[in-house]
């Protein structure tokens, strides 16, 4: 059964820092391309970061570069975002997202909410 499911998210002040866990079953992680997304209320879903299946190349949102940080554990079969630095307009709904030939598999989202 494939299956992705975010956790690590949670209510932090700015400058904060939060880390999310993206465990998945049933992939064979070393072919797919993986990335987290984010999504605040009346907001369209957004790219955050990526790395190619051969994670060859990571890739991020301007808005987050020297701030978070995407890294992917194939043998744990873990996808993890350390984000640093948060700020208010980081909160949203943060989505796992797996990709190959082009068929995207999602997670259940965990929120993250910067508040002082």
């Known amino acids: 059964q494939l299956q992705l499911v975010e956790s690590g998210g949670g209510l932090v002040q700015p400058g904060g820092s939060l880390r999310l866990s993206c465990a998945t079953s049933?992939?064979?992680?070393?072919?797919?391309?993986v990335g987290w997304f984010r999504q605040a209320p009346g907001k369209e879903r957004e790219a955050v970061s990526c790395i190619s299946s051969s994670g060859g190349s990571t890739n991020y949102a301007d808005s987050v570069k020297g701030r978070f940080t995407m890294s992917r554990d194939v043998a744990k079969n873990t996808v993890y975002l350390q984000m640093n630095s948060l700020k208010p307009e980081d909160t949203a709904a943060y989505y796992c997202?797996?990709?190959?030939?082009?068929?995207?598999?999602w997670g259940q989202g965990t929120q993250v909410t910067v508040s002082s």
């Open positions: 049933g992939f064979s992680l070393g072919y797919y391309g």
């Open positions: 997202n797996l990709r190959q030939a082009l068929h995207d598999y």
